[in-house]
């Protein structure tokens, strides 16, 4: 779960583990904690993890996009120059 909210926070989709992946890993991270004094997470701590993640999952891109949005907008407002194509080409003289 948080190999996935992390690869679409981070916009990194090579970080995303696959199914097997993902199996493997919880299966070690299991037997790690059956060696090693490790808090266990009450399933109401869960439920609150794993509604931020989902909350961040759906705000986030948008929340990117609004910002996005507003960088283009306040550029706007400023009066953006845009560069010569080749069909627009610049007419004067040659410096010497």
Request: aromatic share 8%.
């Amino acid at each position: 779960m948080v190999h996935t909210w992390a690869s679409v926070l981070l916009k990194t989709p090579e970080i995303e583990l696959e199914q097997s992946e993902a199996k493997k890993l919880a299966d070690a991270y299991n037997e790690f904690c059956q060696w090693h004094d490790v808090p266990i997470l009450t399933p109401k701590r869960m439920s609150e993890i794993n509604l931020v993640a989902v909350a961040l999952s759906m705000y986030g891109p948008r929340y990117v996009a609004w910002r996005n949005r507003m960088k283009e907008e306040r550029l706007n407002k400023r009066g953006i120059i845009t560069p010569i194509n080749q069909q627009q080409s610049a007419q004067h003289a040659p410096v010497m």
